[in-house]
């Protein structure tokens, strides 16, 4: 008789990715850590004041580096904070601005963590100087991204947690 090996799925964590405009940065964000993450991690981003376009310099950026730019838009946090919305593990804000603002109380009380980068968005200069930012940044989140993705977190406690990923914020 044939033994069966049991499988346990692997816990799957939300994560929101906060900045003001959701235009860049927490887009960016976004589409990395759907794709670093393979399914252990869901990224979301959102931001406290949308501008209602994504900026499309962050788009190409995306997909230079392989990553679908299809299904993104900036849109509002709230829409994470009313019931029936995914309850986040994580929250990180990506931009000096979201990362003093009062932020919603989040359903599940998650890990947050102030992750800045400059805005890329704000680059003057030629299209190829612009790109050249946007692809800084998006090397920056992905090396923190990188970094997050290899924690153990299903074995450390919630204060390993938070230093851990404040940590990764400071690098």
Known sequence: MRRRRLVVAEKSYNVL??????????????????????????AYSAGSFPNGTVNPIALKTLERAGISGQRYRSKSWNEFAVPGAPVMDFVFTVCDDAGGEICPVWPGHPVTAHWGVPDPAAAGGSDEHKAKIFRETLRVLSNRIRVFTALPVEKLDRLTLKKHVDDIGRS
């Open 17 to 42: 990715f906060l900045c003001t405009g959701n235009s860049a940065r927490s887009i960016l964000a976004e589409g990395l850590l759907n794709f670093e993450g393979k399914g252990r991690f869901h």
